[in-house]
């Protein structure tokens, strides 16, 4: 049987086909890179945009920035289909620019759809392009590891900004810190399901 979330997350892929989002950016692209893993898990992680290797496959984080998410999942006890990862910007930008201000705006909306439709307890930004529409104003130095709330709309969600693993990838401080950044997060997922537990508590559970 094909889940209910599945047939929801092929339709935002559709939608941003059909809408014809950064068209400049789908021309040249192989693949539009939508996201893996488990569309049931409690982390989503989210990059900035696919590189050349996840434009030629259209799978996200499998070149070298990939490996080391891996071997970061594997030291916090996971494995890469226990979460789903995804990028703000869903199509290779050219020769692996930084994503533009108005890209990014762009698949915004797509990317909010996709995680009304996972529900994670946490939303993981790798770097500071995703960070910035999650938390704006701050600044990755100074709140990385710390889980944020965030209310959208209706729905409340908790935020980990954590440095992007290419840029941690050779720097030694920066690639410790993202380390011990990420060891925090099956914690911080046993904190949040047992506040949810509690508040649950003599109630029916509405997921
Ligand atoms: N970097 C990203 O931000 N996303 C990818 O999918 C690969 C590298």
Redesign the pocket.
């Known amino acids: 049987m094909v889940d209910n979330k599945q047939i929801l997350l092929e339709q935002i892929k559709a939608d941003i086909v059909n809408n014809n989002i950064c068209p400049n950016l789908a021309k040249q692209a192989t693949n539009l890179?939508m996201g893996d893993g488990n569309i049931n898990a409690d982390i989503v992680l989210i990059?900035?945009?696919?590189?050349k290797k996840?434009d030629e496959t259209g799978l996200?984080?499998i070149?070298a920035?990939?490996k080391f998410l891996n071997e970061m999942l594997a030291s916090a006890g996971m494995v890469r289909s226990d979460v789903y990862i995804t990028?703000i910007v869903k199509y290779r930008p050219p020769e692996n620019r930084d994503p533009k201000p108005e890209e990014k705006e762009a698949f915004w909306p797509y990317l909010v759809r996709q995680l009304d439709v996972i529900q994670p307890q946490i939303v993981v930004t790798?770097?500071r392009h995703s960070m910035e529409y999650f938390l704006p104003g701050f600044k990755i130095s100074e709140i990385h590891g710390q889980p944020k709330r965030k209310t959208f709309g209706d729905t409340k969600i908790v935020v980990v900004p954590l440095y992007?693993p290419?840029a941690a990838l050779y720097n030694g401080s920066m690639r410790a810190t993202l380390i011990e950044d990420f060891n925090k997060l099956p914690k911080i997922i046993d904190i949040l399901k047992n506040e949810k537990e509690n508040t649950n508590y003599g109630s029916t559970k509405t997921r």
Do not use: I, K, Q, R
């Open positions: 890179v990059g900035e945009a696919p590189g996840e996200p984080f070149g920035a990939g990028n790798l770097g992007h290419a």
